[in-house]
């Protein structure tokens, strides 16, 4: 009798060979989807892998200096407004007046390198938005030893060029690292680490592939599923349930390329409304702008894709675990109700993360006081506008199929672990979890058939608890806690 307390105290026993013969059924299944698929990609990274060569490519760096002149960095000391005819600002061509009754903003900065406090002239953009104060890092032009430079008189020396950040980001950086790993533990590490492994894809991958003419849609698509497959399994483990996820963001990322790809060529985003579009045409015959802004479509969404598929993955197994006896259509169900939320919320997401990304924009074409529809379809914000829709559609769409996939899966390896005892010895035993037929979700008599099966598991499971073999055997219903702590008193 003893003996059978020990066992049945525990609770659960190991997977038997009808649960393990289960689950490696479906891990079969969904390698035999995702190992083809993977070899595939694998094998069009290696068609589409760049040459890594520059040929042809007409760029002027602004950060090359020509002979004698460097870029320094310093400390400023002080700030003073000056008439601009102490030297020209920046902007304004040597030699040439600057404009009668302004003034420009001087900062003497001490050089990083050491020796006397320069006077740099800072750029009147920089002067109106921002300004410069005491202790600013700053990077400046140094023309001081350009040849001709003492033959220039009236002519600044010393240009400021940009902000030194790079004590407050790399404090940024390290205090997310710590959150992360913080509240996320080993898995937050990992999917750091997985994030430095999708900056070498892209950054070696998939940018050199755009600047050399490769087919922009498959890059998109081939570069992404590696990142995808990279991120997940790092970040969350060989299993199922992450398995699961990979399917239903390869399903959505290929429902937002063929979107992009028809939204691109049907709404001529030709690029044309950006400076920077511009300078890349005037820079190789082989880069396509419309192909970089369909692998931007196409990157953009990668991240909230990868977030709802693994978060809805996560739903469908945590609610089997609480409710093992859930038909597969009630356990999609329950499940796509935290998805509609999700969809919701994420919509949301990706509609104010691009405006504030686009937030200049906004504002120089509010300015504009055009009309709304016009604004919507201009050169400026047509590309924002189609890139909220199409990564939306494709995320909304990857929900209900990740949903569908995980359900599938895990209804094929339905089979937990139950203590009961057994005749006479009081070991735990493995049974199936009772089940409702989808088709007779609406069956009254269904429900209740489901329901006993739930009593009569629960009161099979009090049996095993101690003292309760004796009830079990009897027919008397289990102990309640008031009754215990009155036999005990």
């Known amino acids: 009798m003893g003996s059978g307390h020990s ?42 892998w760049p040459s890594g060569s520059k040929e042809g490519i007409s760029l002027a760096s602004p950060y090359s200096a020509a002979p004698g002149v460097s870029f320094d960095t310093g400390k400023i000391q002080s700030v003073v407004e000056e ?24 900062a003497f900065t001490q050089p990083d390198q050491g020796g006397s406090p320069v006077k740099v002239v800072i750029n009147p953009e920089v002067a109106k938005s921002h300004g410069v104060k005491p202790g600013d890092q700053i990077r400046y032009l140094n023309l001081s030893n350009a040849p001709g430079a003492a033959a220039s008189q009236g002519s600044p020396a010393y240009i400021f060029v940009d902000f030194v950040r790079t004590l407050p980001i790399v404090m940024l950086a390290l205090l997310y690292a710590l959150v992360v790993i913080t509240v996320a ?28 003419g490769k087919p ?7 570069g992404s599923t590696v990142i995808m497959i990279g991120v997940l399994y790092f970040a969350h483990g060989f299993s199922a349930r992450t398995s699961t996820a990979l399917l239903g963001t390869m399903f959505g990322l290929g429902i937002t390329a063929l979107l992009a790809a028809w939204a691109t060529d049907a709404a001529n985003l030709a690029g044309v409304g950006s400076h920077d579009a511009t300078t890349l ?37 945590e609610l089997y675990e609480l409710a093992p006896g859930t038909s597969a259509r009630k356990l999609f169900t329950s499940a796509m109700r935290i998805g509609r939320d999700h ?15 686009a937030l200049p924009i906004l504002i120089i074409v509010m300015l504009y006081n055009r009309p709304l529809g ?15 829709l199409v990564g939306s559609i494709g995320l909304v769409l990857a929900i209900p199929m990740t949903t569908l996939i995980a359900v599938l899966v895990v209804k094929a390896t339905g089979v937990r672990p139950v203590a009961r005892p057994d005749a006479g010895s009081g070991d735990a035993v493995e049974r199936r979890a009772p089940e409702i037929n989808p088709d007779d979700v609406g069956d009254t008599g269904a429900l209740s058939a489901a329901a006993e099966a739930g009593r009569s598991r629960r009161a099979t499971l009090a049996g095993a608890r101690p003292g309760g073999p004796e009830n079990a055997g ?16």
């Open 7 to 48: 066992h049945a105290s525990t609770g659960h026993s190991e997977p038997t060979a009808e649960a393990i013969a289960a689950r490696r059924k479906a891990n079969r299944i969904l390698a035999a989807i995702l190992v083809p698929l993977t070899l595939l990609t694998l094998a069009g990274m290696a068609m589409l």
């Open 374 to 388: 016009d604004t919507l379809t201009s050169a400026e914000l047509s590309e924002e506008v189609i890139r909220t």
């Open 185 to 212: 533990r080993w898995r937050g590490l990992r999917a750091l680490l997985g994030l430095v492994g999708a900056y070498f894809v892209l950054a070696g991958f998939m940018l050199p592939g755009l600047v050399e």
């Open 216 to 222: 922009p849609l498959l890059l998109a698509l081939v």
């Open 343 to 357: 969809i919701a919320s994420t919509v949301y997401t990706i509609a104010f993360a691009y405006a504030g990304a």
């Open 474 to 489: 009897s027919g008397a219903a289990p102990e309640t806690r008031r009754g215990r702590r009155a036999d005990r008193n």
């Open 83 to 106: 008439s601009c005819t102490q030297g020209s600002p920046a902007g304004v061509p040597s030699g040439q007046p600057a404009p009668q009754g302004s003034d420009c903003m001087f």
């Open 281 to 317: 045409i005037n820079t190789s015959a082989n880069i396509s702008i419309s192909g970089v802004i369909l692998c931007g479509l196409i990157i953009s969404g990668l991240g909230v894709l990868n977030d709802v598929t693994i978060t809805q993955s996560s739903a469908v197994w």
